[in-house]
């Protein structure tokens, strides 16, 4: 053999090699992976996923697929996540409210929260805001949010307000404020952020509290209103939106509702798949787009630093959600 051809079969070998590595660095052999969103498309929760899986498939160097499946406030699309085949190529974008207050709010699942998922990472922190159709602020009055809640006392369950069903962020931060003022209003369920918001915007519904990013496109446009948000404090993206802690006068001073969003594996998933995992949502959120996307829309980017730091964060947060869940009187069959 000559030289020349001594050293082509060399770098033939190493490239075979770099090739092997590669593969043996994705997921499954490369089959594409499933991210579940358990919301309708269009939606906070659908922006949140659809953000990451875009910057996760060259993070992870395979495809990486949405798809959504709706029903029972998330419950649909966590259980078939839950009941997936471990091996890292089917995920799901899960809140912290089916994570934390679930297993409280229920009687029975189709899974167990606490068992039956692998934390992957943290995907983004937030909050919600509370808006309201400007045909009804206008014919009732709702200037601020202290009129608003004003209103309601003096005309029980005349208001009608969306969430995406029991059980989600907006249940509980309406179920909150309720609880602290004595207001009451009339809860209308629907299968998802979505299409609340858009019967919102029509005037079927007056009023909800909705993640953030579901509700910043209609308040730019001017379409509703924003009265409030959830957190004690005011957020980036609505500077002149006030927070919680501003209505400590009529109970309102320790209502503090984050929002936050986490991809989970099936439990089971092995250790250095979800390390991979982890790294792979890392590298999404140092996207500078997908960064600015989430702030414009009143969220942030937070990741985990590994799996088990996401665990830690969920065992540290059920307390907090099991109090909202007991204050709001709610417990549900699926």
Known sequence: MTRRGALLTAAGVGAAFAGGRASAQQIAGGRPVRVVVPYPAGGAVDLVGRLL?????????????????????????????????????????IGMTTLCAYKTLYNRLPFDPDKDFAPVSQISAGTVVCCVNKDAQKKHGWTDFRRLVSWMKE???????????????????MAAVQKATGAKALMVTYRGGAPAVADLQAGVIDMMFELTPGLMPLIEQGVVSPLAVGSAKRVGALPDVPGMAEFADIGLGSVDIGAWEALMAPAGTPP???????????????????????????????????????????????????????????????
Do not use: C
């Open 155 to 173: 005309n029980p369950d005349a208001l009608r307000f969306g969430t995406a069903g029991v059980g989600t962020t907006a249940h509980f931060t």
């Open 53 to 93: 899986a875009e910057r996760m498939e060259p993070a992870l160097g395979q495809q990486v697929v949405v798809e959504n499946r709706t029903g029972a406030a998330g419950i649909v699309g966590a259980d078939s996540v839950a009941k997936a085949r471990p091996d890292g190529t089917t995920l799901g974008v």
């Open 272 to 334: 250095d798949v979800l390390d991979r995992l982890n790294a792979a949502v890392r590298k999404a959120g140092e996207d500078a787009a997908m960064r600015e996307k989430l702030r414009a829309s009143g969220f942030s980017v937070e990741t985990s630093e590994s799996p088990a730091a996401l665990a830690e964060k969920i065992r540290r947060e059920i307390p907090y959600w099991r109090k909202l869940v007991e204050d709001s009187g709610a417990k549900l069959d699926t």
